[in-house]
Every structure is written in C-alpha cells, then in structure tokens.
C-alpha cells in the first residue's frame, strides 16, 4: 500500500502508539504484529479480496490489529457493537455475508451457536498471528475497506461501506483541521463500531503518531484520575459524557470535583459531537473547566462534514463550517441550492470523504443521492457564517447518548409482544440522553402492560440502549387523514 493513501500508523518504531492498562506498545510493535495478523489471515492467498471479516471486541490491541490487519490484507473490516443482542448480530452478519469473524475467548461462547448456523468460522487473534510474515498485497485506493452498520429510516439497519480512500480523506482533514500531533495524547472510551471512536480518535491519532489511552468502557473513575494526573491533552465525547460527567461531580468531594476540572483547563482540545451540545452545557464546561468546546456534525455516511473551528471563534449551539476537503450545501424542498443566509434547508455534502455504497442495497445508495451530493437528511441554517443544525426531516431518527436509533426498527421488535397492539416510538427530550426512547402503545383489548416487564421482555431481543426508557398507554394512536400516525402530535403529547 502506499502510505499516502491509506489509513495506517507512523512506523516511529519506538514511539507510544496504544496504553491499554498496565500495557504499553509502541508503533514498532503494534506495526509488526498487524503484518503478522494480516499474514495470518491471507493464509496463502495473496489478497483477501473484500472478504467480510467481522470483529467483535472492545478497544485493545486485538481491535487495532485485526482492524488494520484486514485492511493490510485486503478484507473488508465489518467492526461489530458488543453489546448486540443475538438477533441484531444475525442480521448483521448474514446481511454482510461474512465469513470469518475474529473474537477472543471471553466473547466466543456468546457468538458459538450463531456462527455455527451462518457457516462462519469462529476464530481468536492468536489463532490467526502467524510466526512471519509475507509481502501483503497493494491495493488500490477505491478497494471497499469498512462497513459500519447504521439505523435509518428502513427497519433493519444498513452496511454503510467506506473505501480506503474514504477513510483517508476523512482521517486527513480532522489532523488539518484540529492540529493532530504526535505530542497528543488522547483516551478513547467510546464504542468502536462508529465512526467517532473509529475515525476522529483511534485512525486520527495513529496517523498522527499519538498516544491513545484505550478503555473498554466509559470508566469515569479511571479516566478522571488520568485526567487530574494530567496524562491527556485533547479529549472527545458525545454531549451525554460531559453531562455524565458534570452528574459525577455531584458525587464526589470538592476538591477531587476542582482536580478534575483543573486537569480539563489546560488540554489543548475539547471536543463535542454526534449530537447537538446544548447551549446551557456549552456555557456549563467552560465555566468548570475554561474549555470552549469545539462543536463539529458528522455523520457515518461521511465522517464529519462541519466543525467549528480549532483557530477562531468556537459558537455555542452552532456545529462551524464546512472542514477541509468537504463542499456543504443547502437544498430547499424543491432541489434548489440555498445561497442566502438564514434560510433553512437538507444539508448536502459532497467530497473524498463520502461513503460508497449501502452494502447489497443500490435502490438505498440510488435515493440517498441527488445529483451526485449526498442527501444527509439533516435540516440546517446559516447564521454569520456558521451552520446551525435545527433537526432532522424523519421522525423516525432518534438519537440517545450519541447512538443513532430506527425508531421502526424498535417498534419492530415490540409488536411481537402479545399485549400491545400498536405502537409508535418517540425520542423525548432528554437532559442526559439528548433524546429518551419513549413507546406510545395501545393494548389489545382485555391486555395490561406495566414498564418492567416489558423492560425485562426486551433483554436480549435488542441492545440494551434501544429499550425504551418509559411508555405510555394510550387507547389508540393519532393519525393523520392517510392513516399515519402523527409523531409530532405524539411528542408535543408527551
Ligand atoms: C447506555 N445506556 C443508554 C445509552 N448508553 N441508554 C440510552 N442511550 C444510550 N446511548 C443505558 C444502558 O442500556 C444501561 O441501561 C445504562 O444506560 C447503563 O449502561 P452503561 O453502558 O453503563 O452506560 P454508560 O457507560 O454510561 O454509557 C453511556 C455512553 C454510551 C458512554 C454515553 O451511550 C456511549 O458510549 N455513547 C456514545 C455512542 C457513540 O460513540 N456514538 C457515535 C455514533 P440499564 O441500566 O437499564 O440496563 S455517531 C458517529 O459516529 C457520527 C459519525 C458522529 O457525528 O460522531
Ligand atoms: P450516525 O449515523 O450515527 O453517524 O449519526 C449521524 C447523525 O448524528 C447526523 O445525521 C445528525 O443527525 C447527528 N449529529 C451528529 N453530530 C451532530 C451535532 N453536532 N449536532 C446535531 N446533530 C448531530
């Protein structure tokens, strides 16, 4: 591969790559054994030919090696949630048609049954590490690398496929844009089958020759002594972690509460996205800590699109302008390009940085384009040169604690439940989630249904952030003269 193309780490043998607890490996190490994965993987073929090979593991090691490991050797990395339920899981991997799926002994027991029923071979990063390791193939830059899945307005979740240019376009505008170093050093505790755990911090900061510090969770205990101890110089989370994190603060003593915020000040970045921050927890972090945070939108179609910027003015509840390398545009209802400030429209976005294609699915990829701008679905404005997210078209897009959620998909699910005989799901504002899954269900006649147990019905058949946070019994769903139901009057209900 030519370096320049690719998303790859620095080959400074002796510098920090990756802290995962008590252990440190440099870039020499991480390197060599990526090449000894890759190796493994070929097994003998010279090129792995976008085989699907799913993953299905926490930040660690294992994650970067077999993450680069398959784009080294030419596969299709398919990086799956490990909180999955089973049935998400099945669709994920039959949809994608994957064939091998890499996972260490702790998860296999979990995913034994399942593998078994697709024909997919079930294997740990040690299994495959082989001992040398051979030439690996040269790939063209538009050779299909990554698909991340992603609810929409569909009911089942679609493959979004990235291509190694993709991807490089997408990591080389945020190091332009938000002055990556390889003096940063940066902790990631967010899940890594999204593009902001994936991209903006674990591809950013290995391009760049950082140090990244991996959690397998948001661990607040941990990560905040890291913080007092002054370990971390840029930091990135969804909205609902500074919130958790300013909850946490109501937890412990003043002084640890003063350390910690005195630990924030002085990192040379803070950075919120993959929901809208509200103004008031904007004006919130910099009074505790003095950070401005840098507000940018994204999205896994495109990686990020607009950012406020690292140099100038950082505006509360505005999300920038458009990064280096992305052209933005407003669409009115009827086609037409917005060229006046203050008028609302669907932002568009062209650029390297747009994905492929929806995996096996080329009427999905045909509609989300129009001529040739990918359509986001996001409703924005410009006010004195900043974007302004003000919402989505669908109501059916809800997002919690940064996850993006298909409220059909959940409904979906629920119907199957005896007692409920219709159903719409809501995200309801929401202080710490941004927005809480609520259902708005109507019985079958002579049924009753009470919160915990529908909770408890749900375990297992979604993942667990998709289970509703409250419901509410109605004796039947408004809808519209087409028969519709009609969310908005739902959530003004609510
Ligand atoms: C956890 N819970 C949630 C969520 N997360 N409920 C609703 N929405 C959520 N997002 C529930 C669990 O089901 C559980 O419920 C309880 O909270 C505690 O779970 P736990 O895992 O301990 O919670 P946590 O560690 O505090 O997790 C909160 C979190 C997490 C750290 C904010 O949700 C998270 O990592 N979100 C970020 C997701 C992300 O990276 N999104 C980027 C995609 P119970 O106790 O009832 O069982 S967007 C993207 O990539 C684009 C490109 C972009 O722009 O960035
Ligand atoms: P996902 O497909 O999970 O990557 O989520 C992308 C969606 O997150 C976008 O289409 C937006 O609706 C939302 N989003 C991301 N960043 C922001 C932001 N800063 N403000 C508001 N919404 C955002």
């Not at 994608?96 to 740990?124: H, K, P």
């Not at 994204?298 to 390398?325: D, F, W």
Request: charged letters at 20%; proline letters at 4%.
């Amino acid at each position: 591969m030519a370096a320049d193309s690719f998303p790859q780490l620095i080959d400074d043998n002796d510098k920090l790559a990756l802290v995962d607890g008590d252990n440190n490996y440099s870039y020499g190490e991480v390197n060599a054994r990526i090449d000894r994965f890759a190796t493994g993987l070929l097994n003998g073929q010279t090129d792995l030919q976008e085989e699907r090979i799913a993953f299905f593991m926490p930040a660690s090691l294992d994650y970067v090696t077999t993450m680069h490991g398959v784009w080294r050797a030419g596969g299709i990395a398919v990086p799956l949630n490990v909180a999955s339920a089973v049935a998400e899981l099945d669709h994920y991997l039959s949809s994608a048609r994957v064939t091998r799926m890499i996972a260490n002994d702790e998860y296999q027991e979990s995913l034994r049954e399942l593998c078994a029923s697709l024909n997919i071979e079930l294997v740990s990063v040690a299994d495959v590490l082989a001992d040398e390791t051979v030439a690996l193939p040269s790939l063209e830059p538009d050779r299909r690398a990554m698909m991340l899945f992603t609810s929409g307005t569909t009911n089942k979740p679609k493959g979004v496929v990235s291509t190694h240019k993709t991807i490089h376009a997408q990591i080389t505008t945020l190091i332009e844009a938000w002055a990556w170093s390889e003096n940063d050093v940066i902790p990631l505790f967010l899940p890594l089958h999204h593009i902001h755990g994936i991209v903006n911090i674990l591809s950013c900061g290995l391009w760049a020759g950082a140090t990244v510090h991996l959690f397998a969770k948001f661990d607040i205990p941990k990560i905040t002594d890291q913080v007092i101890a002054g370990t971390y110089n840029v930091f990135m989370a969804v909205p609902t972690i500074y919130v958790k994190l300013i909850q946490y603060f109501d937890s412990i003593d003043a002084e640890r509460v003063q350390q910690i915020c005195a630990g924030f000040e002085p990192m040379r970045l803070n950075i919120s996205g993959s929901a809208a921050c509200p103004v008031k927890l904007f004006k919130q972090w910099r009074e505790l800590t003095g950070q401005i945070l840098l507000e940018r939108y994204g999205m896994t179609e495109i990686g990020m699109g607009i950012s406020n910027p690292y140099h100038g003015k950082r505006r509360a509840g505005c999300v920038g302008q458009a990064l280096p390398g992305v052209e933005v545009q407003l669409f009115d209802e009827y086609d037409g390009a917005i060229t006046e400030e203050a008028l609302p429209g669907e932002i568009r976005i062209k650029g390297d940085n747009v994905f492929l294609e929806y995996w096996d699915n080329e009427k999905a990829t045909r509609e989300s384009f129009k001529d040739g701008w990918f359509c986001t679905g996001d409703v924005a404005v410009v006010e004195d040169g900043y974007y302004r997210i003000m919402g989505r078209s669908s109501v059916d897009i809800i997002k919690s604690g940064g996850y993006k959620l298909s409220a059909l998909e959940i409904e979906g699910v629920l119907l199957n439940h005896d007692a409920i005989g219709e159903v719409a799901v809501i995200g309801v504002e929401d202080e710490t989630w941004g927005e809480s899954v609520t259902a708005v269900i109507a019985l079958v006649e002579g049924a009753e249904l009470d919160y915990d147990s529908l909770k408890q019905w749900c375990n297992g058949k979604m993942s667990s952030y998709k289970i509703p946070k409250a419901i509410k019994i109605i004796d039947e769903l408004p809808r519209n003269a087409m028969g519709k139901v009609t969310k908005p009057a739902l959530k003004e209900m609510l």
